[in-house]
Each structure stands twice: as C-alpha cells, then as structure tokens.
C-alpha cells in the first residue's frame, strides 16, 4: 500500500549492539527524513536529505549516523543507543519541489527497544 | 522558526456528533497546513492539506479552515464515525524546497459508539 518501505519493523538491541534502519521509496521523491515518535514528542524531526544532500540536523546525537546513498534509499546507523532511544522510527519521503510542496509520505515505522 | 501548538490534546464524543481541532502557528511566512491521522499502531497518513491563497477547503466529511491572520487553523470532521478514532496531526511549513514541516502534538480523538 504505501510507497514508503522501512526495515526492520521491529528491533530490539542492547545498549553496546550497532545496527541500522533502512528505508526505500518507491515514489520518485526528491527528499527523505527520519522521525522518531515517542509519547513526549509525538512528532520529531531528525534529519532531513535533499537530493542526497544532508540539508536538517535537529540537534540529534552522533549516536544516529544517517546515510543516504541515493535519493530513493535511507539508512539510520544505530551505535551504543540508551534505552531513552527506544521509540518508533519513522521515514518519510516527499517530492520538495515548488510546485508540489512538502506534502510527505510516511513509511509503516521501526519500533526500536533499547535494552 | 516555526511552532505549531494544538488543542485540544484529547477530545471524546459520541458517534454522528462533529469535532473540532484547533491549531496555531508562528511563522507568518507559512503557507501549507497539511492535517495527518495516525491510527493505533500504524503510519501518519495525510486526510486534507490547506494552502494559504484558500481559506477553506472540503472533502466529505472533514473541512478545514485557515485565518492567516490570526495565524490559526482547524480541522472540521462531521458525523463522526469509530473509525475516525485516531490522532490527528496538524502541520505548517512554507512551500517549495526543502523547508520542513513542523508538527503539533497531537490530538487522541475517540469517538463511542
């Protein structure tokens, strides 16, 4: 249904693990982000990527490396995490041009547990 | 930059009844108020979005209205049905390139049968 594919959809590792998140759209947009979702901020911006151009830092910990190899594809580089981390992980993707706007698509989410 | 506060942060009614939700934003420059439903356990997905040359805009049963002056806009959903149980974002950006957009909180709507 969505155009917005994340894997894994769940993941749960310990605070000393790596892993990453990936993201792919299927929808010939232009940018990508990440959200993370959690109960105190429902909706947060972390990163931002414009023609594989990092163009948004929110202030977000080194701990949260994203890569962006191409305009369809996004990854989120997880290393020695805390459990405050846990949350879920949203992508998201838009076409960011003047005439279309920043309408963005989200994919279903990862649900990260930090242990 | 850009804040969105929303109102109300809950709101319960009774099935066939209308609901409201309210947001304000900050920056005059803003012009695309997109609202987002999220159902338990799935992705925010886009309902209804308002450019500021409108100041109103329908689809079925969800309306939302914009005041720019005021800096303020409100999703409009009529004869609410269980299944428009969810929250529902609010959301200001200005237009084109690769501004963000900046969400509100939130709001649980519930809606008994």
Request: with cysteine; net charge neutral.
């Amino acid at each position: 249904e969505t155009g917005v594919t994340q894997t894994p959809r769940h993941l749960v590792m310990g605070m000393t693990n790596k892993k990453s998140l990936k993201c792919e759209q299927h929808l010939g947009h232009n940018a990508m982000y990440w959200y993370k979702q959690s109960a105190k901020k429902p909706l947060e911006l972390m990163f931002v990527y414009n023609f594989k151009e990092q163009t948004e830092n929110n202030s977000v910990p080194s701990r949260f490396s994203p890569e962006c190899p191409n305009s369809s594809h996004l990854f989120l580089h997880l290393h020695t995490l805390q459990p405050e981390d846990s949350a879920l992980y949203l992508c998201a993707s838009s076409p960011a041009t003047a005439l279309s706007g920043n309408t963005i698509y989200f994919g279903e989410g990862s649900w990260l547990t930090v242990v | 930059g850009e804040n969105v506060e929303q109102h109300p942060s809950t709101l319960s009614v009774q099935e066939g009844d209308s609901a409201v939700i309210k947001c304000t934003y900050s920056d005059s420059a803003s012009n695309y108020f997109p609202w987002y439903k999220q159902e338990l356990g799935k992705r925010p997905q886009l309902i209804i979005d308002i450019r500021s040359n409108v100041g109103e805009k329908k689809d079925q049963r969800i309306a939302v209205t914009l005041n720019k002056t005021a800096k303020h806009f409100s999703l409009h959903i009529t004869e609410t049905q269980p299944e428009d149980s969810a929250v529902y974002f609010c959301a200001a950006s200005s237009q084109g390139g690769s501004e963000k957009l900046v969400f509100g909180k939130g709001m649980k709507l519930t809606v008994n049968p």
